[in-house]
């Protein structure tokens, strides 16, 4: 199988030139201008822009969470991916506390083996480090290629792990070349907010948001980044949503130290007054909540900065019928939002046109920051001779309109109903193949390939 595209602006995290692409079986083999190959097709991107396809590395696919489950899985979640030029996922295992890693590997290749549209890979959540599991880290990183092991600083009783713990897994994880990513957020400060609103009546999502003051999130991310330094693990905090956490990551550059630090789609656009909207406010209960208008501010410098280099999702949607689970009690709504299928266009449309962020730095942090933090580059990330040839086509003057009636994602609403964006996604290639043409399948569920990753760095 071979593709020729022609004419295409090729843009990767630091190039911008027109050119054709020909691609081998799964593989980019040439790149040039005016290339003369017989292709089984070929496709005219003049007018067009060419990426690489983009790596979401924070996704919650069938996620077992209060009671319920995600309501996208591998088939659905991939597919809306991949419908929004986002050709690779990594998604979170979460170890039940008492049980192995091993036995959470098994259960979550249960749901997605033979499932998914797009590739994947897992990042391992650690919820009981003790001298049984940390004998499993070598093994996983070396045989399985799960290099990333996510811990919790909040969520006691179920996935919060102690400071003790987290040294303990830092310095294991850092002798076998792996990286320690966290949720950041002072659990116990919050589990004591939400016990107050609870006890005084306060039970509308306003008090989801008040129960999780930036403070929380400040703390905790100094706290992280200061162990990190001690114990020398590679460390990413994902979904940073705060000026006062992204300061405390500045501060650490002070001496020397780097962090990785991911933000999500939805702190770059939504704000937290979204919570005043009674009940309706449930559709962006998230941990941690949208925040201020400043904050946003922030977060854009981040990335221009290079102190937030990867942009995600935190993709973990739920029916409105899931939600309304907590009508009456803000701590009982199923947290999370839909965002996997938009967060491309989203953020050129919001980045890009707006003058916000550069053609070459949006590609660096949907694609190629992820691929090489995560151990995956420059087989991901890139358009480069010998990378897999995942390929978006996208049309930067195609209005569209953002809707739960015409989205993928399996879910009854939109976290951005009505948002008009400015450029859509035309083409996906995955591997060599056209996966996606103009909102069409071209591939069945299970074309998406599980991908080993290589040992990290601390730098890229």
Request: hydrophobic share 35%.
């Amino acid at each position: 199988m071979s593709i020729l595209i022609k004419n295409g602006r090729v843009i990767t995290a630091s190039e911008d030139y027109t050119a054709d692409i020909f691609i081998k079986d799964e593989k980019i083999s040439s790149i040039g201008e005016d290339l003369k190959y017989d292709a089984d097709e070929v496709i005219d991107a003049s007018g067009k822009f060419v990426f690489p396809g983009g790596i979401d590395p924070h996704v919650h696919l069938d996620m077992p969470f209060m009671g319920t489950f995600s309501s996208d899985n591998y088939e659905t979640g991939t597919l809306a991916a991949l419908h929004g030029g986002t050709t690779m996922v990594i998604d979170f295992i979460l170890q039940t506390q008492g049980k192995s890693l091993y036995s959470a590997l098994e259960e979550w290749r249960g749901r997605s083996n033979g499932n998914c549209y797009g590739d994947y890979s897992f990042h391992m959540a650690v919820t009981d480090f003790n001298d049984e599991t940390k004998k499993e880290i070598k093994k996983l990183i070396e045989a399985e290629g799960i290099t990333s092991f996510k811990t919790f600083m909040a969520y006691k009783g179920a996935l919060m792990i102690d400071d003790r713990q987290m040294i303990g897994l830092m310095n294991e994880v850092r002798d076998n070349g792996g990286i320690v990513t966290v949720h950041a957020t002072h659990g116990d400060i919050i589990d004591f907010l939400i016990a107050k609103h609870v006890s005084e009546g306060k039970l509308s999502p306003l008090y989801h948001y008040l129960s999780q003051p930036e403070i929380t999130e400040t703390e905790a991310s100094g706290r992280f980044a200061d162990m990190a330094y001690h114990t020398g693990v590679p460390a990413y905090i994902v979904h940073m949503t705060c000026e006062g956490a992204l300061n405390e990551i500045r501060r650490a550059t002070e001496r020397n130290q780097k962090v990785f630090v991911e933000t999500c789609i939805q702190y770059l656009l939504l704000d937290a007054s979204l919570y005043e909207k009674d009940f309706e406010g449930a559709k962006w209960v998230m941990s941690p909540p949208l925040r201020e208008k400043k904050d946003q501010k922030s977060l854009w410098a981040g990335l221009n900065q290079g102190l937030v280099q990867v942009v995600g999702t935190d993709h973990c949607p739920f029916e409105w019928k899931k939600k309304l689970m907590g009508e009456k009690d803000f701590s009982k709504i199923p947290n999370g939002h839909p965002a996997i299928e938009h967060r491309m266009e989203l953020l050129y449309s919001e980045g890009v046109e707006m003058g916000k962020i550069s053609l070459n730095k949006f590609v660096e942090v949907t694609s190629t920051n992820a691929a090489k933090i995560f151990g995956m580059f420059p087989r991901k990330g890139t358009i480069g001779i010998g990378s897999d040839a995942d390929v978006v086509i996208f049309d930067p003057d195609k209005k569209h309109v953002i809707s739960s009636k015409t989205h993928h994602m399996n879910v009854d609403y939109s976290a951005y109903e009505g948002w008009e964006v400015k450029g859509k996604v035309e083409t996906v290639m995955l591997r060599g193949r056209v996966v996606v043409d103009k909102g069409n399948v071209k591939v069945q569920k299970g074309y998406g390939e599980f991908i080993k990753r290589g040992k990290v760095s601390k730098v890229i």
